[in-house]
């Protein structure tokens, strides 16, 4: 589900995800950076195989015409890949989209495939015709999820990444009152289970969204039955574990 400025996914887990929806002028933005680096790429071969070439064009008369040969295929590559290599190796983003804090994913909610990033960029090219972007920015404009023509073919949408806000500690939420000592419960947890939990907050960004809540979900049960904090005490189980891992963190530094 999704409205004109959010993407709204039911997770298996019955918890609601919404995805804020990035509009045209920060797609915009993105892409100007990103072109940006393109061009520089570009000047900064072209310059090399100039450099290059100058020293066999006293030999050989040729040479002037395949340094531009070289030139168009090298910008013809680098128009081609840039987007679809970075989106398929930085799971979703091109430089452009991480300075501007954009990323795309699935319209599912989980990350893009290699595949996806290739397909959506192969069909760019239909973005800009007839010209400047005009096929793209008029789909984005109809589109409820902002989706240009090669996001309707990949299943894909570019969304908003938001810094992670202050997490509210569990100690304070009205459900929490059994925990009324939040600094000698999380005393009990031992340093493997600190291990696991830090070790799943180091891998959780890269991990797709079910997963990550069955993870999550998982290591906060296992816990939680030990040391005797009941499911309603913890409805989320990532703030569960962010809270008890904080309070452990400032338990030890005063020991």
């Given at each position: 589900m999704s409205s004109s400025d959010k993407l709204t996914i039911e997770t298996p887990e019955q918890t609601t995800l919404e995805f804020p929806l990035a509009g045209i002028g920060s797609r915009f933005l993105a892409i100007a950076l990103d072109a940006l680096?393109?061009?520089v790429a570009v000047c900064v071969v072209s310059i090399v195989l100039i450099a290059l070439a100058i020293p066999f064009s006293f030999f050989f008369r040729s040479t002037g015409l395949w340094a531009f040969a070289i030139i168009i295929i090298v910008v013809f590559?680098?128009?081609?890949?840039?987007?679809?290599?970075?989106e398929a190796l930085w799971n979703g983003q091109t430089p452009g989209k991480r300075w501007t804090h954009l990323r795309v994913i699935?319209?599912?909610?989980?990350?893009?495939?290699?595949?996806?990033?290739?397909?959506?960029n192969l069909l760019r090219i239909v973005d800009w015709l007839p010209t400047l972007y005009a096929s793209g920015i008029v789909t984005m404009?109809?589109?409820?999820?902002?989706?240009?023509?090669?996001?309707?073919?990949?299943?894909?949408?570019?969304?908003?990444?938001?810094?992670?806000?202050?997490?509210?500690?569990?100690?304070?939420?009205?459900?929490?009152?059994?925990?009324?000592?939040p600094l000698g419960l999380s005393a009990q947890i031992t340093l493997e289970e600190l291990q696991v939990v830090e070790t799943f907050f180091e891998r959780?960004?890269?991990?797709?969204?079910?997963?990550?809540?069955?993870?999550?979900?998982?290591?906060?049960?296992?816990?939680?039955?030990?040391?005797?904090?009941?499911p309603g005490a913890r409805p989320d189980s990532e703030k569960f574990?962010?809270?008890?891992?904080?309070?452990?963190?400032?338990?030890?530094?005063?020991r």
């Amino acid at each position: 589900m999704s409205s004109s400025d959010k993407l709204t996914i039911e997770t298996p887990e019955q918890t609601t995800l919404e995805f804020p929806l990035a509009g045209i002028g920060s797609r915009f933005l993105a892409i100007a950076l990103d072109a940006l680096l393109q061009v520089v790429a570009v000047c900064v071969v072209s310059i090399v195989l100039i450099a290059l070439a100058i020293p066999f064009s006293f030999f050989f008369r040729s040479t002037g015409l395949w340094a531009f040969a070289i030139i168009i295929i090298v910008v013809f590559t680098i128009d081609v890949s840039y987007f679809a290599l970075f989106e398929a190796l930085w799971n979703g983003q091109t430089p452009g989209k991480r300075w501007t804090h954009l990323r795309v994913i699935k319209d599912t909610g989980r990350p893009i495939s290699p595949y996806d990033a290739v397909l959506r960029n192969l069909l760019r090219i239909v973005d800009w015709l007839p010209t400047l972007y005009a096929s793209g920015i008029v789909t984005m404009i109809v589109s409820q999820e902002n989706k240009r023509i090669g996001d309707y073919a990949a299943g894909t949408v570019v969304i908003h990444e938001k810094p992670l806000e202050a997490v509210r500690s569990i100690w304070k939420l009205p459900a929490a009152g059994t925990l009324s000592s939040p600094l000698g419960l999380s005393a009990q947890i031992t340093l493997e289970e600190l291990q696991v939990v830090e070790t799943f907050f180091e891998r959780r960004d890269s991990l797709e969204p079910d997963v990550r809540w069955a993870m999550a979900r998982q290591i906060a049960n296992r816990i939680g039955e030990r040391i005797g904090i009941s499911p309603g005490a913890r409805p989320d189980s990532e703030k569960f574990l962010e809270a008890l891992a904080e309070q452990r963190r400032r338990s030890a530094r005063f020991r």
